[in-house]
């Protein structure tokens, strides 16, 4: 193996806790959206989620961010190859 592609052991634990999160939000937006509708309204579960309306609100938001943060990378990169061709003629 080359050396250069070996995790450091800070890598094992972001990668660790990355993957924690993601399997906390997942779990959590499983219950959200699949069981808490079969869930009476009435009970005590309900308190720890939020309204319903924000299960769609919520992911639409975080995809129209990655989609503005992707389009801004490119502009940037675009931008900064056209500077550097113009300077090199």
């Known amino acids: ?48 989620f939020l309204p319903r309306a924000y299960a769609v609100a919520i992911p639409l938001a975080a995809g129209l961010l990655l989609l503005l943060c992707v389009g801004l990378f490119i502009t940037y990169i675009m931008l900064k190859k056209q500077r550097v061709t113009k300077k090199a003629q």
């Open 1 to 48: 193996a080359l050396p250069f592609l070996q995790a450091t052991g800070t890598d094992q634990v972001v990668g660790l806790g990355l993957v924690a999160v993601s399997l906390i939000i997942f779990t959590y937006y499983t219950a959200w959206v699949i069981l808490l509708p079969f869930i009476d309204s009435e009970h005590v579960i309900h308190k720890f």
